[in-house]
């Protein structure tokens, strides 16, 4: 069982950055891929960027490429994701969640095992 908790989100100017955090309980962190995904109102749940469990990988959807970063310390079980560059596009509520049955690559959003309760991210124009 792994338990996630996102924190960072908040108002920002269009232009600016902010960087999330998710942190995770259990001792089993280091097992599980890790994937960032945001809801805007009205909108299905997208993927936007996830990472191996070795944090050798990295993968990103094309909207984001080149503005936001995912990294994680599997020493402080915590992933993070930041985003520079944010545009108003990027309003969503922020979800960090955990995969043990995908590496990262690709994979459904069915396939991860874990959901944080969400973080509010408001880009102002």
């Known amino acids: 069982q792994v338990q996630l908790v996102e924190s960072g989100g908040g108002l920002v100017q269009a232009g600016g950055s902010l960087g999330l955090s998710c942190a995770a309980s259990?001792?089993?962190?280091?097992?599980?891929?890790m994937g960032w995904f945001r809801q805007a109102p009205g909108k299905e749940r997208e993927f936007v960027a996830a990472?191996?469990?070795?944090?050798?990988?990295?993968y990103y959807t094309n909207s984001v490429k080149g503005r936001f970063t995912i990294s994680r310390d599997n020493a402080k079980n915590t992933v993070h994701l930041q985003m520079n560059s944010l545009e108003p596009e990027d309003t969503a509520v922020y979800y960090c969640a955990a995969s043990l049955r995908c590496s990262g690559y690709r994979c459904s959003i069915n396939e991860y095992d874990y959901w944080g309760q969400g973080t509010q991210v408001t880009v102002s124009s």
């Open positions: 259990g001792r089993t962190f280091s097992r599980y891929a």
């Open positions: 990472i191996s469990w070795s944090g050798g990988s990295m």
